[in-house]
């Protein structure tokens, strides 16, 4: 567990030539994958043929009734001004999304419309409840490995990001005991105030691992033995279900506030269109949690951004109405291929990879595979130059031993930038015994 890192080699923005820069951007990153996604463009455009597994988006078109709608709604003039927290048609039907998802929930202390904040993609509805939570030093815990943007947006808020290490052995899952402990330590690091925010996210990137209902309760029971024995007071929890409709196995999704409904008045829930309805582009996310912090994140968006896009909004609704079987194709279509990756990755016994159930990432452990001294960064650097296959390094997720492959892509790229990894790998063989 480390307080104050997210392993991320840091480029402090404003230091040296740019001193004149405000102190709050000390030690916050831009995107660790720029020099990548720079030297594969270069690659690209000298003809060479290289295969790119970095994609963080779904490879898949909008829903025909997302277009049609968006066309209905510019047709009918619908482009003014929305209000800040949204069109009041979409939270509606965020909600009833939501009360399918947190059951006990919807029938005990349903969630209102005005708890709801249409925002500009998940990101924002994350970056807004980190502004509206911490106060300068508050520490956020941080399962490790996570999606990179966390620690660098909980440094804009000016918290604390700890991280707190999950092991490949444990399927990269936050355990009770671990959870427990990270909890006490924080209260003692912080004179007994302990963490006020957890970060929760499943199906994960970059490990695409979920949690089941079981291993959720037995999350939420130690926050609520930790809040009862004063070690976690001010504890709030952000649930970042992003990857919900992407899971594998004939598995269901499973919510945090259906897990633990007793914790809904200390939760956020975010999600959004981006993944779930391959609509990216579109900047569709939300939150969910209670009015008064609800009103606080709508403080900020509304004088910084405003309402979203009142188009993409329209076009939002009339995907969410569509039914699950309309988006049954991706999903098996996702599985399918993550079944392909695994075998194939199966063939280097020294390559560690935990079966992800969900999300389109394979987090993939090189740690055999690493020159002295080197760490994933390194080695991507090498498996582009050398077996032209593109795939993001751990090193900014928390996991230096690590990459991330997206296979959303095409089944044979895919297969042809597996094998290729796998070659380069059986090529150079096992330099050490890794320790991830
Ligand atoms: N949360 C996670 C775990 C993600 O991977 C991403 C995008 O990559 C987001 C949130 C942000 O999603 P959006 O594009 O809706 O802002």
């Given at each position: 567990m480390k307080a104050g890192s997210s392993g991320n080699p840091t480029a402090n923005l404003s230091g040296g030539a740019s001193a004149f820069l405000a102190k709050r951007l000390n030690g916050v990153s831009e995107s660790a994958t720029l020099k990548l996604n720079a030297m594969v463009q270069s690659m690209k455009a000298q003809g060479i043929d290289v295969v790119n597994l970095t994609a963080g988006e779904p490879d898949f078109n909008v829903p025909d009734a997302a277009k049609e709608a968006i066309q209905k709604a510019l047709a009918e003039n619908k482009s003014k001004y929305t209000p800040v927290l949204g069109i009041p048609e979409l939270r509606q039907a965020v909600l009833e999304k939501t009360h399918k998802q947190q059951p006990e929930i919807g029938a005990k202390n349903p969630w209102k419309v005005d708890e709801v904040l249409v925002t500009n993609g998940g990101k924002q509805a994350l970056y807004n409840a980190f502004m509206a939570l911490l106060n300068p030093g508050e520490e956020v815990l941080i399962p490790s490995p996570f999606w990179l943007s966390y620690p660098e947006m909980v440094k804009l808020a000016e918290g604390k990001p700890v991280t707190v290490d999950t092991r490949y052995e444990e399927g990269f899952k936050l355990k009770p005991e671990t959870l427990r402990a990270a909890i006490r330590d924080s209260a003692s690091r912080t004179g007994g105030a302990g963490p006020k925010v957890l970060v929760l996210n499943g199906p994960g990137n970059p490990t695409g691992v979920g949690y089941s209902l079981d291993e959720l309760r037995a999350l939420g029971k130690v926050i609520l033995e930790m809040r009862d024995s004063g070690h976690a007071k001010n504890l709030w929890v952000i649930s970042d279900e992003i990857y919900d409709r992407i899971v594998f196995d004939g598995k269901p999704f499973v919510s945090f506030g259906a897990a633990c409904p007793e914790l809904r008045d200390q939760l956020i829930t975010v999600n959004g269109m981006s993944k779930s309805a391959a609509m990216t582009g579109w900047r569709i996310g939300w939150s969910i949690a209670r009015k008064e912090l609800t009103q606080a994140m709508m403080t900020i968006q509304g004088q910084s951004t405003s309402g979203i896009n009142s188009l993409a909004q329209w076009a939002s609704l009339a995907a969410l109405k569509l039914p699950e079987s309309v988006f049954e194709h991706q999903v098996k279509s996702f599985q399918k291929r993550r079944d392909l990756t695994l075998e194939i990755l199966g063939k280097a016994d020294k390559i560690k990879v935990v079966r992800p159930t969900g999300a389109f990432y394979a987090f993939v452990g090189i740690g055999s595979f690493l020159?002295?001294?080197?760490d994933s960064m390194g080695f991507a650097e090498r498996l582009l130059q050398e077996a032209k296959v593109a795939v993001v390094p751990g090193t900014p997720f928390g996991a230096p031993e690590f990459c991330r492959l997206s296979y959303a892509t095409d089944e044979a790229s895919l297969a042809k930038g597996c094998e290729r990894l796998v070659e380069f790998c059986l090529k150079q063989g096992a330099k050490r015994s890794s320790n991830s």
């Open positions: 020159n002295d001294g080197e």
